[in-house]
């Protein structure tokens, strides 16, 4: 009797590599694939999901061409790995910005420290010695800031709506939350994300120093797409000043290892997880209203979903965890398409996910294994 997983997209780990093209002009797209694939995937008798299908959404340019890599896996095993590069090349340990999803660990650092009682998330920013003359300071609690639902939007202006009245999505908040913990600690904001990247075995993943003009190793060049379509160089210095928001720079298979940390127990204490992954506010998405908690999407359709996505010059990622699964979907790239249709932005994104949601919709979500004679 053999006992099978009801999820495998690889068997194997071997990597198969492909070039074609070399010294592309600024704007080209020079494939330089590493797919990491079996036969098939199998989710249950009736559900097969082979290599082709996954490649094949990813492969196709009539939307926009994929530049970047996915990661789909369960636990820590690699299920199914792509990687494509543009310009330049990049495989599966090629380090990106990671936009917004830096917010979940911006998230979890808050939450350390009011796991540690150095703060209170119903305590108001002007209980804090922060740097801020905004008006609104003793309106805003520190709790409102974690789910987009204070009304600060940036830095000067009136707040948006009477904190908790909506959702507003903010990096200027999360700004503040870095700064909050910095404050309450005494220590960087680096310094506490590297003591975290530490504790959940992220060793790809840093935060840069703000006004460094040098790019962590094996970053890969970032790019976004002009008016006419075509793709230049992206100034990304700007985005290490804003690391709480958006200026974390990580590796998928540390995105994976991030997943584990975080929703299986190692960052935080269930009581906080639990406030974490509450849905605390409501917001409207491409993929249909969602919850939202601190720093994490809550899908209420389908199978339980956590997930968050990022945008910035020159990057773009997606991140979600299915728990019932323990089953990962990373994918990041290094090109920012125009953000006059965000479809079209995270299109391969989302044919990947749709295509993983399918195949886990199709069997009983509290199935784990199989048995075989």
């Not at 492969?59 to 820590?76: C, L, M, N, Y």
């Not at 003793?138 to 639902?149: A, D, E, I, P, S």
């Not at 965890?321 to 398409?337: A, H, M, Q, T």
């Not at 299109?347 to 996910?353: A, L």
């Amino acid at each position: 009797m053999k006992i099978w997983l009801f999820v495998c997209l690889v068997t194997t780990l071997a990597h198969t590599s492909q070039a074609v093209a070399a010294s592309p002009a600024m704007g080209e797209l020079t494939l330089d694939k590493q797919v990491t694939l079996s036969e098939q995937t199998m989710l249950d008798e009736q559900t097969m999901l082979n290599e082709q299908t996954l490649a094949a959404a990813l492969s196709d340019q009539k939307t926009r061409p994929f530049s970047g890599v996915v990661v789909i896996a369960q636990g820590e095993r690699i299920l199914f790995s792509y990687a494509h590069g543009a310009s330049t090349p990049i495989i599966l340990n090629s380090r990106f910005l990671i936009g917004s999803l830096s917010k979940q660990i911006t998230a979890v650092l808050t939450l350390q420290q009011a796991q540690a009682a150095a703060l209170r998330l119903n305590a108001s920013l002007a209980d804090y010695d922060l740097s801020l003359s905004e008006p609104w300071l003793k309106q805003v609690r520190v709790g409102k800031l974690l789910n987009h639902t204070s009304g600060v939007t940036r830095p000067g202006a009136p707040l948006k709506f009477q904190p908790g009245d909506s959702f507003a999505y903010s990096n200027y908040g999360y700004e503040i939350l870095g700064e909050l913990i910095e404050r309450v600690s005494g220590r960087s904001y680096r310094e506490l994300a590297t003591k975290l990247f530490e504790r959940c075995g992220m060793t790809e993943s840093v935060v840069p120093e703000a006004n460094n003009a040098i790019y962590p190793d094996g970053l890969a060049q970032g790019y976004s797409e002009d008016e006419q379509g075509g793709l230049a160089a992206a100034d990304i210095k700007g985005s290490f000043q804003h690391a709480p928001s958006s200026g974390v720079v990580s590796t998928a298979m540390d995105l994976v290892r991030w997943n584990q940390c975080l929703h299986e127990g190692v960052a935080l204490a269930p009581e906080w997880y639990g406030k974490m992954t509450q849905a605390s506010a409501t917001r409207s998405h491409r993929w249909g209203e969602l919850g939202y908690g601190y720093g994490v999407q809550v899908s209420r359709q389908g199978p339980r979903e956590y997930s968050h996505s990022g945008y910035v010059p020159g990057y773009i990622s997606t991140l979600s965890y299915f728990p019932e699964r323990k089953i990962s979907l990373v994918v990041l790239e290094n090109v920012s398409w125009s953000v006059r249709d965000m479809g079209r932005v995270f299109h391969h994104h989302d044919q990947v996910r749709s295509l993983l949601m399918q195949a886990l919709q199709a069997s009983p979500a509290t199935v784990a294994t199989q048995e075989r004679q």
